[in-house]
């Protein structure tokens, strides 16, 4: 079954979270194209709250997540981050059912 995380970042400022913005776009090119265990990496802004993102992320298994956080576009993104935010919280998630997912119960 899968293995995904949500993230929540705060940014410094909205202009630093335009840069986070696009640090985390230039990352997803990476992901795309070099991480077929990466199932969904998503960057949401949240309504009425212009300065936080949230990211969902899921993995084919925890191995892929760990073969994606060793990656250096995903290593160089963790330490460019820390110039656009201010805080985050992780919260780790195993997949029980969905739809959608990669899983063998998730068509």
Known sequence: ???GLVV???AHSEEA????DKLTD???EGIRSLEPGTLVYANHTVPG?????????LYADRAAFDAHEQQPHVRRFL??????IASFEV???NEVSGKGT??????
């Open 49 to 57: 709250e212009p300065t936080t993102r949230v990211f969902y992320e």
């Open 17 to 20: 979270a335009a840069a986070f």
């Open 26 to 28: 230039e990352t997803l």
């Open 102 to 107: 990669g899983s063998a119960g998730g068509h």
């Open 91 to 93: 919260t780790f998630l």
């Open 8 to 10: 929540r970042f705060t």
């Open 79 to 84: 330490a460019a981050r820390e110039e656009y």
């Open 1 to 3: 079954m899968g293995f």
